[in-house]
T-cell receptor, first 115, second 113 residues
Framework: DAKTTQPTSMDCAEGRAANLPCNHS???????VYWYRQIHSQGPQYIIH???NNETNEMASLIITEDRKSSTLILPHATLRDTAVYYC????????????????FGKGTKLTVNP | DSGVTQTPKHLITATGQRVTLRCSPR?????VYWYQQSLDQGLQFLIQ???????AKGNILERFSAQQFPDLHSELNLSSLELGDSALYFC????????????FGPGTRLTVL
């Protein structure tokens, strides 16, 4: 029941920017978009999140379209250590549980950074 | 290092057995989440506790149970284990009750033989 769609895989050259797209056309007005990544079998790592405005932190930039139906995660200078599965996530309500929500991790995008 | 710790790292057991996985959240975090990741199912949310109380329930089997203790560490109990329960089990923590930004532990790899 993931509410996002992402390409299955992408490749990027080391040192270049990696641009990972995500569609979330059913997102509601107050829902944040979250990005996590998982390197091999390690625990997922939080990257960034945003609501409407573009966001930047030390790891990445997040560009959200004006209609909020899609977003792009940008790794400005990809390194080999950025090879991972990247998950674009929105919260999914649990309507029978008093307003609780959960994060639904879809299949994500397998990003391979090549030397 | 996320600040979330999980023990043990690896666990090998037999079908029908019971195991307990332990998680300590980041300092200051009141919510603990449990996830299961198997090869064919991806990362599945199991259950969330907030400040000792169950907050949200996902795809958790009746054979599985969890609790969060007064010191905020959490345990996930898996009983009557089946081969299909072999998976990575991750714990995550966050400050508040409403999902927020979650920080994941390194996981426990469970193998059921």
């Amino acid at each position: 029941d993931a509410k996002t769609t992402q390409p299955t895989s992408m490749d990027c050259a080391e040192g270049r920017a990696a641009n990972l797209p995500c569609n979330h056309s059913t997102i509601s007005g107050n829902e944040y978009v979250y990005w996590y990544r998982q390197i091999h079998s390690q625990g997922p790592q939080y990257i960034i999140h945003g609501l409407k405005n573009n966001e930047t932190n030390e790891m990445a930039s997040l560009i959200i379209t004006e209609d909020r139906k899609s977003s792009t995660l940008i790794l400005p200078h990809a390194t080999l250590r950025d090879t991972a599965v990247y998950y674009c996530i929105v919260r999914v309500p649990l309507p029978t549980q008093g307003g609780s929500e959960k994060l639904v991790f879809g299949k994500g995008t397998k990003l391979t950074v090549n030397p | 290092d996320s600040g979330v710790t999980q023990t043990p790292k690896h666990l090998i057991t037999a079908t029908g057995q019971r195991v307990t996985l332990r998680c300590s959240p980041r300092s200051g975090d009141l919510s603990v989440y449990w996830y299961q990741q198997s090869l064919d199912q991806g990362l599945q949310f199991l259950i969330q506790y907030y400040n000792g109380e169950e907050r949200a329930k996902g795809n958790i089997l009746e054979r599985f149970s969890a609790q969060q203790f007064p010191d905020l560490h959490s345990e996930l109990n898996l009983s009557s284990l089946e081969l299909g329960d072999s998976a990575l089990y991750f714990c995550a923590s966050s400050v508040g009750p409403k999902t927020d930004t979650q920080y994941f532990g390194p996981g426990t790899r469970l193998t059921v033989l």
